[in-house]
């Protein structure tokens, strides 16, 4: 089940002009699913490389037992989680940015139309840790690509060109980006006090 999950969601990736055709499927419920079940795998798979690495590279004892305890894979849950928060505050900009442009589509359309090849990404994303140095830059040419990927969902759906639909993408991502490191400083400086007590 979690394979052919894999195989339909990368033909996703592979051919982006297809994900329009899920337009009709739309609704949050799945891509809320969707989400939580990728985010989950990613942060499950994500717990278990940093495992074997910590079994295989000498590393402290201190960062050794942090990995292999509950907080650890707490940590490396708030992190997958975060980046979840991230997509769906760039979604939501995004979604504003194409309307401001005349966009046809409904954000339920949208939302589970970027969550079709988000999804499969994050988990891609964490099987590019399996892969010493390299894994990286390739995690990084994945995410470039979604971009294009993106662009041609929300150009495919809102009806507007790639320049616009590029666009579109890129202000969203960055204000969305911008909300997330507010959101995340304040946060940050609530907690703060009781992590260092």
Do not use: C
Request: glycine letters at 6%; proline letters at 3%; charged letters at 10%.
């Amino acid at each position: 089940m979690l394979f052919n999950w894999i195989r339909a969601n990368f033909k996703l990736l592979r051919y982006p002009q297809d994900i329009i055709g899920k337009k009709d499927e739309a609704s949050l419920g799945k891509a809320a699913a969707l989400l939580l079940t990728s985010t989950i795998i990613s942060g499950i798979l994500t717990h278990l490389i940093e495992m074997i690495t910590v079994s295989v590279i000498p590393v402290s004892a201190k960062l050794s037992n942090l990995v292999f305890s509950i907080s650890g894979f707490a940590i490396t849950m708030g992190i997958t989680f975060a980046i979840l928060l991230l997509f769906v505050l760039s979604s939501i900009t995004i979604f504003a940015i194409a309307k401001l442009m005349h966009g046809k589509g409904t954000f339920t359309q949208q939302f589970y139309l970027t969550t079709l090849p988000f999804s499969i990404l994050l988990v891609l994303q964490t099987l590019t840790l399996v892969v010493p140095i390299v894994g990286g830059f390739l995690s990084l040419l994945l995410s470039f690509y979604f971009l294009h990927v993106l662009a041609t969902a929300i150009g495919d759906l809102h009806k507007l060109s790639m320049r616009h639909s590029y666009a579109t993408v890129f202000a969203g991502g960055i204000i969305g980006a911008m909300v997330w490191l507010f959101l995340f400083v304040t946060a940050l400086q609530a907690y703060l006090p009781f992590l260092v007590a």
